[in-house]
T-cell receptor, first 111, second 111 residues
Framework: EPEVTQTPSHQVTQMGQEVILRCVPISNHLYFYWYRQILGQKVEFLVSFYNNEISEKSEIFDDQFSVERPDGSNFTLKIRSTKLEDSAMYFC?????????FGPGTRLTVL | EDQVTQSPEALRLQEGESSSLNCSYTVSGLRGLFWYRQDPGKGPEFLFTLYSAGEEKEKERLKATLTKKESFLHITAPKPEDSATYLCAVQAAGGYNKLIFGAGTRLAVHP
């Protein structure tokens, strides 16, 4: 069964460093998303991406964040200068229509 | 403001003891309501989509129902492997595909 994959599973970084989180969505899906979940809190929407551009973003997704689909299979989230409060699980999701399928997540720890 | 509230926060059941989880929502036009299962440290796993009041979906021991203000996830004769956090999420009309999640119900089923 097709699934969304994410790498790395765990990323540890120093405050102020740049990180890139990677995702391979399900191959025939058209919409791509990033969500995050701070420990013990709700899953929060960050950004959606369709037809090679951002279709919607939340207030969390400020100028420190960017997304890219560099080729036909990968979808990345870049955080330019990480802060302590960026520590969270980051989930990639993809959909063909409305049902979104999530990857296993990347746990980002900012020290 | 679009909002999703789930109750109870936590539920402990004996194996075979049926119960229901509640998801109430306030949204400016509902496009869809989604149920996910999340195991610790993992990504949300898609269970059901409901689109209109009166709709019901079933999968094994789970049945999801929808009214104009809330959804229920009924668990019939649960087993220990049903232990997980169950998440409810909505998509609002007029927007793109972002999901707005509730905080979840942590279900523990004991033998």
């Amino acid at each position: 069964e097709p699934e969304v994959t994410q790498t790395p599973s765990h990323q540890v970084t120093q405050m102020g460093q740049e990180v890139i989180l990677r995702c391979v969505p399900i191959s025939n899906h058209l919409y791509f998303y990033w969500y995050r979940q701070i420990l013990g809190q709700k899953v929060e929407f960050l950004v959606s991406f369709y037809n090679n551009e951002i279709s919607e973003k939340s207030e969390i997704f400020d100028d420190q964040f960017s997304v890219e689909r560099p080729d036909g299979s990968n979808f990345t989230l870049k955080i330019r200068s990480t802060k302590l409060e960026d520590s969270a699980m980051y989930f990639c999701a993809s959909s063909y229509t409305s049902e979104q399928f999530f990857g296993p997540g990347t746990r980002l720890t900012v020290l | 403001e679009d909002q999703v509230t789930q109750s109870p926060e936590a539920l402990r059941l004996q194996e075979g003891e049926s119960s229901s989880l509640n998801c109430s929502y306030t949204v400016s036009g509902l496009r869809g309501l989604f149920w996910y299962r999340q195991d610790p440290g993992k990504g949300p796993e898609f269970l059901f989509t409901l689109y209109s009041a009166g709709e019901e979906k079933e999968k094994e021991r789970l049945k999801a129902t929808l009214t104009k203000k809330e959804s229920f996830l009924h668990i019939t004769a649960p087993k220990p492997e049903d232990s997980a956090t169950y998440l409810c999420a909505v998509q609002a009309a007029g927007g793109y595909n972002k999901l707005i999640f509730g905080a979840g119900t942590r279900l523990a089923v004991h033998p």
